[in-house]
């Protein structure tokens, strides 16, 4: 396995910038793939894209020596079986509330004995051939804080043995709190939820990521001291690039 691939490299690697895909264009993963990110998450929650689409731009990505991560649309142990059997490196769980729903995730995720996953890496295996023996250990989950309750267990959840990477979702986390779209990074509250999710991430010993809308939102958080920050989508950095072009002529 590429050092690059391996979970240690990942949790040891200080600023790592995320690529975002949400389109299901094998051609739009071939350029975020060269476009130099540290690791790309393919989004089956609010992405335009299936699990067969999702295995193609695996493939795409693989190319790369790219640490690929895939959000699923919910904790269901069928959709993240199918996705780590296809390849990815690591598992972003959305709405998670409780304790819980983390452990429910992390049986999810990991064979026997810490996990249920049912064994049959149809592609992970071509990548891998000792892929069985390495799944416990390189397999990375992470959970999103982006509801009211999860902010509510933060610390014991932080505390939980495996969850080693938090994802912090700042949109359903304002609107959660009562905020709207627009204050998500400039409402002086919610700046401060970032920093007692940050905070706590630190003092237990955690990786903490965080959702930006753009290269200056996330240049803060990681001068704040976030571990991981995701640029944009693919489709967001598209309509912004086509916009910065046309203002010109205009």
Excluded at 35 to 45: A, E, N, R, V, Y
Excluded at 213 to 234: H, N
């Amino acid at each position: 396995m590429n050092n690059k691939l391996t979970k240690n490299y990942f949790l040891t690697k200080k600023k790592i910038i995320n690529g975002w895909i949400h389109s299901s264009c094998s051609v739009s993963a071939e350029i975020m793939g060269a476009s130099g990110f540290d690791t790309i998450t393919i989004d089956l929650q609010h992405g335009i894209i299936d699990i067969v689409e999702c295995k193609t731009i695996i493939q795409v990505l693989k190319k790369y020596n790219i640490f690929i991560i895939v959000r699923v649309p919910c904790n269901d142990i069928g959709i993240i079986n199918k996705c780590l059997d296809a390849g990815a490196n690591g598992i972003i769980c959305p709405l998670i509330r409780t304790i819980e729903d983390c452990f429910k995730f992390l049986e999810n995720c990991f064979y026997p004995p810490i996990g249920i996953r049912s064994f049959g890496p149809t592609i992970s295996n071509i990548y891998d051939g000792e892929y069985f023996k390495k799944a416990n250990k390189e397999i990375l989950p992470f959970i999103m804080i982006e509801t009211k309750e999860s902010l509510e267990n933060l610390d014991d959840i932080m505390k939980i043995k495996n969850l080693e990477f938090f994802y912090v979702g700042p949109f359903d986390l304002s609107i959660n709190l009562g905020y709207s779209l627009e204050e998500v990074f400039v409402n002086k509250d919610m700046l401060s939820v970032y920093d007692r999710v940050l905070s706590s991430a630190k003092k237990y010993g955690k990786k903490i990521a965080i959702h930006c809308s753009g290269g200056s939102t996330a240049k803060y958080f990681l001068d704040k001291g976030f571990d991981m920050v995701t640029l944009s989508t693919d489709l967001n950095l598209l309509k912004k690039s086509i916009e910065r072009e046309i203002t010109i002529l205009n």
